[in-house]
Structures are given as structure tokens and as C-alpha cells.
């Protein structure tokens, strides 16, 4: 089986409206719940041979601290057609992965991460969360039949789980409120 895990970015900072969009950092909301989810993600077992993700600077900062809740550095990739894109476009760049990659983590923005989820998934209870809201540093985690990333195609894939920061342990979310994230 291969897999898919599809991360929006976290929450980013509007203070400074001089700023082009892909310029934009995170927030501190943002940088907490990007960390909580990679140690959501390290708890989960998740592993990833290769990570796609754009190049903006909310992505960039999103992975940083991800990689620091999961304990492990992600070593992404960034793919400058992944700003912005369609569900098209990412389906056309995940469809270029090498079949012989098991597991992928595409971190992006939406509203094209929550389209493909909404696309690769068959028809279930845990995709009505998804159609709903796909909330900055949410996790999408699709299980896929172990074909070739190009033979890619709708409804495919099963929805594994879907992990939003607000679901995390409010435990978890007040103890790091107060450190320097």
C-alpha cells in the first residue's frame, strides 16, 4: 500500500501588509500547531520517503517546525508549481513520483490540498470533515492501492485519518503556549 499524507501550512501572519503572500511567516498560533502536528504525526508512526512542497515562506516555516514536534528533520523538496495550484496541478506532480516511493507528504495550501483529498477518497464518513473545512496545519492522511503514483486517479484512496490542530490534546496545546515557538 502507498500512501499520501496532505499537510496545509500553519496559520500565517497578516501583521505586515507590505508583505507579497508568498511571503508571509507564521503566526505563533500557526508554529505551535505545526509542531504539535509533527509530534501528532511522530505518535501516529507516520514516515515519508519523499516530501513535496512549496516553496513559500509559511510552507518553509510550517515544515521547520514540524520537523521539530516529529524529531526528525523532513528534508522536503520544494516544487514552485505547488503555490497556488489546482487539484490539477498536484495531481500532475504527484503523478511524476517515482513508483518505487511508498510514502508521501505534500505540504501545500489550500483550497487545492483540500479538493485532491476530496478527489483521491472514496465516498466516506471521515471525508464529510474534509468537504467541511481543511484548517491551516491539518493533516490528510490517505491510504492508496500500491500502483504506480501514475496510475493516480479519483476515488482510489481511503481516508485514514484526518488530524485538525484544534483536535489535538488541549493539554498538549497549553503546556506549549508559553514557550518560544
Not at 500553519?10 to 501583521?15: A, H, V
Not at 507516520?46 to 510550517?62: I, M, W
Not at 505540504?107 to 471521515?126: E, I, R, W
Amino acid at each position: 500500500m502507498k500512501t499520501l499524507a496532505l499537510l496545509r501550512h500553519g496559520k500565517s501572519n497578516w501583521d505586515d501588509t507590505s508583505l507579497r503572500d508568498f511571503d508571509r511567516p507564521l503566526n505563533k498560533r500557526g508554529r505551535m500547531a505545526s509542531e504539535l502536528m509533527g509530534a501528532e504525526m511522530k505518535r501516529r508512526g507516520l514516515v515519508f520517503d519523499v516530501v513535496l512542497a512549496s516553496p513559500a515562506e509559511r510552507v518553509r516555516e510550517t515544515l521547520a517546525h514540524v520537523a521539530s514536534g516529529y524529531g526528525q528533520a523532513l528534508r522536503p523538496r520544494f516544487v514552485p508549481e505547488i503555490y497556488e495550484a489546482s487539484c490539477a496541478i498536484l495531481c500532475t506532480i504527484l503523478r511524476s513520483v517515482g513508483n518505487d516511493v511508498g510514502h508521501v507528504l505534500m505540504v501545500g495550501h489550500n483550497p487545492g490540498l483540500q479538493q485532491l483529498a476530496c478527489l483521491l477518497v472514496k465516498d466516506d464518513a471521515l471525508l464529510r470533515s474534509v468537504e467541511m473545512a481543511f484548517p491551516t496545519a491539518a493533516l490528510a492522511y490517505l491510504e492508496l492501492p500500491d500502483v504506480g503514483w501514475d496510475k493516480l486517479a479519483a476515488g482510489v484512496g481511503h481516508l485514514a485519518a484526518f488530524v485538525a490542530p484544534r483536535t489535538l490534546s488541549p493539554v498538549a496545546v497549553e503546556s506549549r503556549a508559553g514557550e518560544n515557538l
